[in-house]
């Protein structure tokens, strides 16, 4: 049996991919042992690039060929408006990072490389190009959180952060992306292939950033 288009984007860069699920970050993350400022330079610079997913978001609405489809991605971009949202200020809070702090830090490489693809990709108005980098955005992330060992930690940055990328609303989302990109991902390959390859090798230097200051 063949494999689908989106495991064969996958597969195409398994090795990087298995690097960033198995990162580092994300083994601190689940033990309870980050360091806080550790996780707050990362929770920083992911949310510095919330408003270009949006903006993905909003081209993969706009681009769609299906009505349904578009249900199911405006359901998810309340989410990440609300909820999500919600949780980065929440864990600011607890983490002790002002506003002035978040604005203050300059983008790392990898945060102004997502900003950039993201809005590439809404730039294209092909919906394929947008569903490659949302399946590497929201399918990595599941990947690593379930990987995440249970119970989590008790403090709820790191629990909440994890049970964010892995609940059944998250995991139905992440199947949608997957068999959209399958539906409509080989009509437009060579462009899906272009997106993923540079969004997983940005997933796993997003995670390298949030060290860097330590070990510079």
């Known amino acids: 049996m063949s494999l689908r288009f989106s495991e064969s984007l996958r597969q195409s860069c398994e090795a990087t991919w298995t690097r960033a699920v ?8 689940g033990e309870g042992r980050i360091a806080d400022d550790v996780m707050a330079a990362y929770l920083i610079q992911d949310h510095r690039f919330l408003d ?4 993905l978001l909003g081209a ?24 999500e949202n919600t949780y980065f200020l929440r864990a600011f809070d607890a983490l002790g990072v002002d506003a002035d702090t978040r604005t203050r830090a300059p983008d790392t490489a990898p945060t102004a490389g997502f900003k950039a693809i993201m809005r590439e990709a809404a730039a294209t108005r092909s919906y394929a190009a947008t569903l490659a980098v949302l399946n590497v955005a929201e399918g990595l992330y599941l990947d690593w959180a379930q990987r995440v060992p249970r119970p989590l930690p008790t403090h709820f ?22 068999a959209e990109l399958d539906r409509v991902g080989p009509d437009d390959a060579a462009l899906a292939q272009d997106f993923f390859q540079r969004a997983v090798d940005l997933e796993l230097a997003f995670f390298d950033a949030a060290y860097a200051e330590r070990t510079a």
């Open 22 to 29: 198995e990162h580092r970050f994300v083994t601190e993350l």
């Open 52 to 55: 270009s997913f949006l903006v």
């Open 60 to 83: 993969a609405i706009a681009s769609s060929d299906s009505f349904e489809s578009r249900l199911v991605l405006g359901r998810f971009t309340g989410m990440v408006c609300g909820e």
């Open 157 to 178: 940055v790191h629990a909440e952060w994890v049970t964010l990328h892995d609940n059944p609303m998250f995991v139905e989302f992440v199947a949608f992306l997957r």
